[in-house]
């Protein structure tokens, strides 16, 4: 199937067809960025670039491409990343608590992604079922064949090349979920909070869960605290980054309630912009004023009813918003106030589904 897919991709085009596309370019509605690519490429032609390096180029463009198809028609459902060891049975416990949280996402409204192997990427696809779940495989020799509960889906993909299969990951995703693994899952896990605390990724919820009485999560920020904090490596802050818990309420609460007020956020030149489900009242806007003053470069948050112009045609135009000058280094300390938000309680209840951007 993979093979097919890669031939359907490498179809030609013919002389005449590029030229009517070079014609018609500049109508394209993306036609700056769709310029940009193919000068990017026009360009890297004319380098001494080896057979090898057009294969890695054709195989992330290709990779790209398929992902980019499967992901629109979804791009108004959250998600929520489903990480963990491809090695874990069926039988074991903690895949059934894999599958019990999956389960309640899906009831939720939320969609999952998972790797599409086995384990704990079998659990997350057979508790939230094909219909609510992705499958991002990567091409491996051995244990990454499609696991039967997302196998033959539509949804269903495989990657070439593990960094594109991650940039899907968290491209997609609206929280991440790790349970206990192995290389993959640690890479997967530092990967996710470097982009948190680089502000790369997110904000967005990320949960490390043990099954009741487990203590993986636990033992590792033992080791991050004794060897990173401990060195000033990371700061004291950064632990908001992530929320441990063996408890599944606390699992699916942390991912709903982070989106409970909070919506989503974007740099516009230098100041960033939290966009909200329902205004703040005046006296709770000066109390984040008072708590988070330590984040802001200058100035200080202010709230606004619209879009700021640089945000016109943006499908959340009509969201109320928080205005700040983020310092872009206090992540920890960002995420902490974006909690004290969704803790607040507010006039206007009238937000919208957790699981609906």
């Known amino acids: 199937m993979v093979l097919a897919e890669r031939n359907e991709w490498e179809k030609s085009i013919t002389e005449e067809e590029l030229g009517q596309f070079l ?26 670039l080896e057979r090898l390096d057009w294969k890695i180029i054709t195989g992330t463009l290709q990779d790209l491409s398929q992902g980019f198809k499967l992901f629109h028609p979804y791009r108004h459902r959250r998600k929520v990343a489903i990480f963990g060891s491809a090695r874990i049975p069926p039988e074991n416990s903690e895949y059934q608590f894999a599958v019990q949280f999956a389960r309640r996402l899906a009831e939720a409204g939320f969609m999952v992604l998972t790797g599409g192997g086995g384990g704990i990427m079998q659990a997350g696809n057979e508790g ?12 491996l020799p051995f244990e990454q064949g499609a696991n039967p509960y997302i196998m033959g889906d539509e949804k269903s993909l495989h990657f070439k090349y593990f960094f594109t ?11 991440v979920a790790l349970f206990p693994g192995g ?37 590792w920020q033992k080791y991050a605290i004794n060897i990173f904090l401990s060195k000033g490596l990371i700061s004291p802050q950064d632990t908001n ?76 135009e009509k969201l109320p918003r928080l205005v700040l000058n983020f310092n872009q280094k206090n992540q920890g300390k960002l995420y902490q106030m974006i909690w004290a938000i969704n803790n607040m309680e507010l006039a206007d209840s009238s937000t919208c589904h957790p699981e609906h951007k």
Not at 23 to 42: A, D, G, Y
Not at 128 to 139: K, M, P, V
Not at 264 to 278: C, M, P
Request: charged content about 25%; glycine content about 6%; overall charge negative.
């Open 23 to 48: 014609k018609e370019l500049e109508n394209l509605e993306h036609s700056k960025w769709i310029l940009r690519s193919i000068t990017t490429l026009v360009n890297m032609s004319q380098q001494e």
């Open 128 to 139: 939230a079922t094909r219909e609510h779940s992705f499958g991002l495989n990567i091409q």
């Open 165 to 175: 299969r991650k940039l899907f990951f968290l491209r997609e995703s609206d929280a």
């Open 183 to 219: 290389f993959g899952t640690q890479d997967e896990a530092y990967e996710t909070l470097t982009l948190c605390q680089t502000g790369k990724y997110g904000p967005a919820p990320l949960v490390l869960i043990d099954e009741p009485g487990g203590n993986y999560w636990q033992n």
């Open 241 to 316: 980054l992530y929320t441990i818990t063996d408890n599944l309420d606390v699992a699916c609460e942390t991912i709903s309630n982070f989106y409970r007020v909070y919506h989503s956020s974007r740099y516009v030149g230098e100041e960033l912009v939290i966009r909200l489900n329902s205004c703040l009242s005046d006296e709770q806007l000066e109390e984040l004023n008072q708590n988070y003053h330590s984040i802001l470069v200058s100035g200080k948050i202010r709230q606004i009813r619209q879009a700021l112009p640089e945000e016109q045609g943006d499908e959340t």
